[in-house]
């Protein structure tokens, strides 16, 4: 394994040198330390996308299942070359160096931004990307440079359906990612590019899935310690290693006793929202119970609030139409980017 940091080659033995240069970069070139050194058990910070942060202890057998299964998954060979241009206080990109480091493969580390691939020399043949990445590379026209890695992840928020119809013509392996830190990154992926285009997450090897109350998705792996990990992502499954996700199920709108997933409506409007945020919740109302509403960033006209009540009824029903749309000022996120809804819904209602 080699790293590759602004122009300078390091090898293992020299982390130390590489954190002289790289001080944001103290957590990843610490955990390489303690990796190398056999260290057992590591700490990492969950998002708090969900809840508030928490830091979760995962074992070193935990981080090995976990890179063997992306190894089988993806075809990952000795030398390979792999990107790392994500927040490296994260899972995401700790797991990118764990698969360095267990599977000789050589790193090249970009400061994270927006356009990582202009800071890219030569080629890669696997890297990882949050969608506004993406969205980005769409914008300055660099999908022909994004279709020369061999295989790319997408993870840490959803990604618009206008992004996935660019990303469907590409000919190289282009996934969408399920997973979470207490799973040890991903444990599914969902191919969005070339022939074999997906609508499901497909488990990687190893991973058992089922259901528990309302229909959550619980997970059981080496990635788990052969322990259930019970989430609140309501899932339909398509086979005992497929499911669909439609949304959290502390996000789900109950207007007039239709089950609403907000996640879904928000996909669907994609293209008619491209230039603010948004989100889509239930607010309390004295009829319906909660009444389906539009949260967003910028200005909406009554012209496209029709727009978008009219592509929402055509495709789920006229319950799930938004009743309003409600401007806010801002919107909280996490410190990885996530959209915090419950904090942003307080800061509304202050």
């Known amino acids: 394994m080699k790293v590759f940091f602004q122009g300078q080659t390091y090898s293992i033995n020299d982390v130390s040198n590489l954190l002289l240069v790289a001080p944001n970069y103290d957590f990843l070139t610490n955990f390489i330390k303690n990796w190398t050194e056999r260290q057992e058990l590591f700490s990492f910070q969950s998002s708090g996308s969900t809840g508030n942060p928490k830091t979760i202890e995962i074992h070193r057998d935990q981080i090995t299942a976990s890179v063997k299964g992306t190894q089988k998954a993806l075809d ?58 993406i969205y980005e590379m769409i914008h300055n026209k660099q999908l022909d440079r994004l279709a020369q890695i061999r295989n790319v992840l997408i993870g840490g928020a959803p990604l618009n359906q206008e992004a996935q119809n660019a990303l469907a013509k590409l000919p190289n392996n282009i996934y969408l990612t399920y997973g979470m830190t207490e799973t040890v990154s991903h444990i599914a992926l969902m ?16 991973i058992e899935i089922g259901l528990h ?31 669909k996700w439609l949304g959290r199920a502390d996000h789900v709108i109950n207007s ?51 727009e978008i009540q009219s592509m929402i009824e055509n495709q789920f029903s006229k319950h799930h139409i938004p ?12 410190e990885s980017g996530k959209l915090n809804r419950k904090k942003t819904l307080e800061l509304f209602s202050r």
Request: negative net charge; charged residues 20%; aromatic residues 6%.
């Open 256 to 306: 007039g006793g239709v089950k609403i997933h907000p996640e879904q409506l928000e996909k669907s409007i994609a293209t008619l929202l491209t230039n603010q945020d948004y989100f889509i919740t239930g607010l309390p109302d004295d009829q319906l119970g909660q009444s389906c509403t539009l949260i967003h960033t910028g200005s909406i006209s009554e012209q496209k609030l029709r």
């Open 323 to 334: 009743r309003q749309a409600i401007q806010v000022a801002e919107f909280i996120k996490t």
């Open 213 to 243: 109350d309302n229909d959550c998705l619980k997970i059981k792996g080496e990635v788990t310690m052969q322990q259930w990990l019970y989430t609140t992502d309501v899932v339909e499954m398509k086979s005992e290693t497929e499911f």
């Open 191 to 206: 191919k969005i590019s070339g022939s074999q285009v997906s609508e499901t997450y497909q488990c990687l090897p190893g």
């Open 76 to 133: 990952l060979r000795e030398g390979d070359q792999v990107l790392l241009c994500l927040n490296p206080n994260y899972i995401a990109s700790i797991m990118m160096a764990a698969r360095a480091l267990i599977l000789d493969l050589d790193l090249h580390i970009i400061p994270a931004s927006s356009t990582p691939l202009n800071q890219l020399k030569g080629s890669v043949d696997f890297a990882s990307f949050v969608p506004f990445q």
